[in-house]
RNA sequence: GGGGCAGUAGGGUAGCCUGGUCCAUCCUAGAGCGUUUGGGACGCUUUGACGGCAGUUCGAAUCUGCCCUGCCCCA
């Protein structure tokens, strides 16, 4: 394990500053001898492990949690055209049995529909099997060829939630769609991350899909990161794979599918979004240590301190909190720059002047001191958290706000997506954005922009002068 | 996809061109002992490396080849 000690680079310099966290708030180690492939560190395992809580707790409440095997044989995977297009650069490939060639090469999944959708085809009888709505977290495989990056451009996704869902109809099919985005805006409402909702161009859509609709946040450095994507898949799967259902009439009918997933770029999003200069800042919401007690020992009082601190500790940790007693035998100052870095949000000090005059002193990872009375301590500490991570939300919400300027011409647009996003009229032709993405060396993000930070208008194309309505230009992770 | 540069202990570096010691060095690194403790303490003792595989050689961190990993530039 690593020490903390040691300047992290400023959060200006953001490229610096993402590598250097993950290792010296023990996120991710990159040392693993093979590209793209990164270590959890246990630290960041923990906020991926209650991150993840918070996600299979909204996927719960209406989907049912499956588990899917890794490989899925070339024989089935090679089934749907558009969708073996979109990924045959990117699988990775198990040719070999110990030294025996397989008869059927198997593919590490790069998604899974090709593994579950032959399944579907056998569960699903009746529409009284429909709607069907089952998601799983698993890892994922992509031979990527470009600059891989923790957490953000991985060859092994370790974390992908993906859901599949079933519908007899399109419209119920559409309405999912809306209904998953909904819970991915709340978990990233709990993550105190701010997002941007968008219709991703048609050449930019899931292989296989109608269309995609994108979750982005904004990075630090005014790139965008998509940290979430639902996909309506109409029924091009079900003809492939033969997944129909007897309707009331006795008739056999094709289902309509979506399809929407997450990956640990929800992690790297909370990370770059409320990291400072001074490392972590985690929301209490998923910080695997909510509150940290360093106990300040001074010569002969020690074992006085020690058991205040003890005391204190006990009386979190029966109200629920994810409470750390931190006696280690350094300087306290030591200690509040180890767990600063972590991101713990809150940190309670407690000394022998505390002792005497029966209080505690609270300090949030944002800075803010606060002298609490020892009786109601409990309910002291559950009120900084909660305004500590409304905080968290409105900063995070008022950094993307600025990152996001509108733009009337090229010029305006190339000077925008230097250091955030642009909002443009475009005509949605395939030719005006090849000419934007050329001029301005960013891409298009999506039209048909969700977000209450936006105004979407119609107004005449930037690159054309036709018709055109607002979409989203920006450089992209 | 094309080209360039690099990899030395936990981290940072020197040495490499021009092969040769018992010991390379710095640190907010590790282990140990003691004194300390309201924002990164100090002293002493000590540990530990030449990315991997092959080759050349009496001898390789140093030369050659391949591989792996990382960074930069161009498409």
């Known amino acids: 394990m690593e020490e903390d000690t040691g300047v992290l680079p400023r959060k200006d310099d953001f490229s610096q500053w993402y590598n250097e966290i993950l290792w010296r708030a023990e996120v991710m180690d990159v040392r693993y001898p093979v590209k793209g492939l990164y270590v959890w560190y246990p630290h960041g395992f923990a906020v991926r492990k209650r991150a993840y809580g918070i996600l299979r707790d909204l996927m719960d409440r209406d989907h049912a949690e499956t588990m899917f095997p890794l490989l899925i044989p070339e024989t ?3 089934k749907e055209a558009t969708h073996i297009k979109g990924f045959e650069d990117e699988v990775y490939w198990v040719t070999h049995g110990g030294r025996n060639e397989l008869d059927v090469p198997l593919a590490l999944r790069p998604t899974s529909e090709t593994a579950i ?3 579907y085809s056998l569960w699903i009888r009746s529409h009284t099997d429909l709607p069907l709505k089952l998601y799983q977290v698993v890892n994922t495989f992509r031979y990527e060829t470009k600059h891989t990056r923790p957490l953000i451009r991985l060859r092994e996704i370790t974390s992908f939630k993906e859901a599949h869902t079933v519908h007899a109809t399109r419209e119920e099919a559409a309405a999912q769609v809306e209904v998953a985005l909904g819970l991915y805006r709340e978990f990233y409402d709990s993550l105190r991350v701010p997002v941007i909702v968008s219709r991703r161009p048609a050449w930019d859509k899931f292989p296989g899909a109608d269309y995609t609709i994108a979750v982005d946040t904004v990075m630090p450095d005014g790139k965008t990161l998509q940290i979430g994507t639902v996909h309506m898949l109409g029924d091009h799967f079900s003809r492939t794979y033969d997944i129909t259902y007897e309707d009331a009439n006795g008739e056999q009918q094709y289902v309509y599918q979506t399809c929407y997933g997450i990956s640990e770029r929800s992690i790297a999003a909370v990370i770059s979004v409320h990291g400072d200069d001074k ?13 940290v007690i360093v106990p300040i020992i001074v010569g002969k009082r020690r074992d006085e301190v020690l058991s205040a601190a003890g005391a204190l500790e ?7 909190f994810a409470v750390k007693l931190d006696a280690r035998e350094m300087r306290p100052g030591a200690k509040y720059y180890h767990w600063e870095m972590r991101g713990v949000p809150l940190r309670i000090e407690v000394g022998p002047r505390d002792i005497d005059a029966n209080t505690v002193v609270a300090v949030t990872r944002s800075g803010k001191k606060t002298t609490l ?10 009120s900084i958290l909660g305004e500590f991570g409304e905080e ?27 250091n955030g996003v642009a909002v443009v009229h475009w005509c949605g032709s395939q030719e005006c954005a090849e000419k934007i993405e050329t001029a301005v060396d960013a891409s298009i993000i999506g039209s048909d922009i969700r977000s209450d930070l936006i105004a979407v208008s119609d107004g005449p194309c930037v690159a054309c002068g036709g018709n055109g309505t607002s979409a989203l230009i920006a450089r992209t992770y």
């Open 373 to 382: 009375d020892r009786r109601g301590v409990v309910e002291g500490v559950c």
């Open 279 to 291: 490392g972590l800042v985690l929301p209490p919401e998923v910080a695997p240590i909510e509150v």
């Open 117 to 119: 959708y032959p399944m």
């Open 314 to 320: 006990e009386e979190f940790r029966n109200a629920g």
């Open 76 to 78: 089935e995977f090679m």
């Open 392 to 418: 968290l939300s409105q900063t995070a919400r008022q950094a993307m706000a600025d990152r996001i300027i509108v733009a009337a011409t090229m010029e305006e647009t190339a000077a925008a997506v230097k």
